[in-house]
């Protein structure tokens, strides 16, 4: 976690978009790090800080990653402002604001999430390092239940908004979340398969949007700034596919690259659907890397898929999901019925 970094163009403006729109409010190294999590500031009714730098980052990388309460400072140089309680140097409490004290508060939530990954879906595994594994599942959770998650396109003033903690930790009957782990190789395609459950088509109405899938990939490969657009050694590109009416794959990525782009470690996008099929949808994984890079190098990565009926019917997913028999259900803590769903693999845990 590594704050976004402050800036002081509030005291040269009296609108916050005369503020973004100055290029000395972007984001810049080290934040802008393609393997890091930025944090930027919000204030308590949510709004970005007007001291908070933005994205987008090194090769318009989804930044910032994160954002959480960090305080708030008025435009114009005027007085007062939102402040949050800090201990100084000499120990004593005090007032202040800034991304210094947002990042912390990311990092204890997911100092959390990690925990919950490492007794949850890590513990499975007997020879990876399983700390590693459950600090990339944390990365990959914290990002996918962003409160900006499901906004398109991607929101470069609060990236992926402020982790909602309860939907990492539980979820409804009503939106059910595959996730997965995993190593690709050098040129390999992989192909991830998860059920949309057929009790959906019972609640599609015409131009009715019922359904929503979102999609979160975060790979981990090696990095060196000093090759510039080159800067990772390689990235897992991924590709979208419903079923249509005759059952067989159809593409639905989002259009012009929306949330896929090139030579960046984080891919996500998310649809909602009025006319859709049951069955067994698609994601599409693919490792590509530099030349340099020997064919059996490999990249790890994490899938999150989350299936949603967006109704209001509380339509149950789980149970015809279970019923299948061919997940991994992780019942822990609840709302009404949660899970994490894993599908069976050799490179899975």
Not at 277 to 284: I, K, N, V, Y
Request: one cysteine or more; a negative charge; aromatic letters at 10%.
């Amino acid at each position: 976690m590594t704050p976004t970094g402050n800036h002081k163009l509030r005291n040269r403006y009296q609108s916050m978009s005369d503020v973004i729109s100055d290029s000395g409010a972007r984001i810049s190294a080290p934040a802008d790090g393609l393997l890091i999590t930025s944090v930027g500031s919000i204030s308590q009714s949510g709004d970005l800080s007007t001291f908070s730098r933005v994205g987008t980052g090194f090769n318009e990388s989804m930044k910032p990653g994160l954002v959480y309460p960090g305080g708030n400072l008025p435009l114009n140089n005027e007085n007062g402002g939102e402040f949050v309680q800090v201990t100084d140097r000499e120990g004593f409490l005090t007032r202040d604001s800034g991304t210094s004290f947002s990042s912390p508060l990311a990092a204890a939530d997911l100092a959390i999430v990690q925990a919950y990954c490492l007794n949850t879906f890590a513990k499975a595994q007997l020879y990876k390092d399983r700390n590693r594994t459950a600090s990339f599942e944390a990365k990959a959770l914290m990002y996918h239940r962003g409160s900006e998650a499901d906004t398109m396109p991607f929101n470069s003033q609060i990236g992926f908004g402020e982790t909602n903690i309860e939907r990492v930790l539980s979820s409804d009957n009503d939106n059910a979340t595959y996730i997965r782990y995993g190593t690709l190789k050098r040129k390999q395609v992989l192909t991830v398969k998860f059920l949309v459950p057929k009790v959906l088509e019972s609640i599609r109405k015409r131009g009715v949007a019922s359904l929503r899938v979102a999609v979160t990939v975060v790979d981990f490969p090696s990095a060196r700034r000093i090759n510039g657009k080159d800067y990772l050694d390689g990235y897992v590109d991924t590709s979208f596919h419903s079923v249509n009416s005759k059952g067989n794959a159809q593409t639905r990525n989002p259009s012009a690259k929306q949330g896929r782009q090139k030579w960046t470690n984080i891919h996500h996008f998310s649809e909602d659907f009025n006319a859709y099929q049951s069955g067994d949808w698609e994601l599409t994984l693919e490792y590509y890397s530099r030349p340099s890079i020997p064919d059996d190098d490999e990249i790890d990565y994490v899938v999150l898929i989350s299936v949603e009926d967006i109704s209001g019917n509380n339509v149950d997913l789980y149970s015809e999901i279970e019923a299948t028999n061919r997940f991994n259900i992780e019942n822990f803590i609840a709302v009404n019925h949660e899970g994490k769903l894993y599908e069976e693999d050799e490179n899975d845990e």
